[in-house]
């Protein structure tokens, strides 16, 4: 039974990296939090974060904690070529840029997915921002959230920057699954000034539904790449 649990945190930790829920770079909940949040004794929770290292998917320093340490793979099922390797310079910086919310509004119309009567009824959180390494935009995201049972989110500062840590540490919300429509378009005058483009220039145009461990509850992204200097990868395990 041990070791089943471990076996079984690890494989949910490494599938949170894969994923992008936590990124190169970023630090993982403490033992102590993984420990009361997934009810496993600290011993279960230090094996599992033995293997990741291992594996090479964290390194561990102390005084700080288990870092994200993903230089050789890639991010998530979508990621960009070089886009570590950049990151694991020291002059070098991943940052996100929050241009609104998450505040409450009504869904767009025609919205990307089928909603079903709940989600509507709810309204939705809405948060855009963009994701850039050093001063360079490479992701342009629009995420929105049924307003069910999110107290306290709007206006809410992100813990570490990160949408998914907030839902998990805050609202015990994780990401499990994720269905996607990739498709390439050109770049609107709007796109070509917030990606640092010219109009015209292709965009990579992703939707997303995020399945997560909340029954029927699911999150919708809409994002926008520049691949003009990086290229996009794929995750297959």
Request: aromatic residues 10%; hydrophobic residues 35%.
């Amino acid at each position: 039974m041990q070791d089943y649990r471990y076996q079984s945190l690890h494989q949910f930790l490494k599938s949170q990296i894969l994923h992008g829920v936590y990124e190169d770079g970023d630090l993982l909940p403490s033992e102590n939090e993984l420990s009361q949040f997934h009810k496993l004794t600290r011993t279960t929770v230090r094996q599992a974060l033995s293997e990741l290292q291992k594996e090479g998917y964290i390194v561990k320093q102390k005084g700080k904690g288990s870092i994200v340490n993903i230089r050789r793979k890639r991010l998530g099922l979508l990621s960009f070529k070089g886009f570590s390797e950049v990151i694991g310079h020291s002059d070098q910086k991943v940052s996100n840029t929050v241009l609104s919310g998450p505040l409450l509004q009504n869904w767009p119309k025609d919205f990307f997915y089928d909603l079903n009567a709940l989600e509507k009824s709810a309204r939705c959180i809405y948060l855009k921002r963009i994701r850039s390494v050093n001063t360079d935009p490479v992701m342009l995201e629009e995420t929105y959230l049924p307003n069910q049972n999110l107290e306290g989110l709007i206006g809410k500062k992100l813990i570490k920057g990160s949408l998914f840590s907030t839902l998990i540490l805050q609202y015990q919300i994780e990401v499990n699954s994720m269905d996607q429509d990739v498709r390439a378009i050109k770049a609107n005058a709007h796109l070509a000034k917030t990606l640092s483009l010219n109009e015209n220039d292709p965009v990579l145009h992703i939707y997303r539904k995020y399945g997560t461990s909340r029954p029927g509850y699911f999150i919708y992204s809409s994002l926008y790449f520049n691949t003009e200097n990086y290229a996009i990868g794929s995750y297959f395990k």
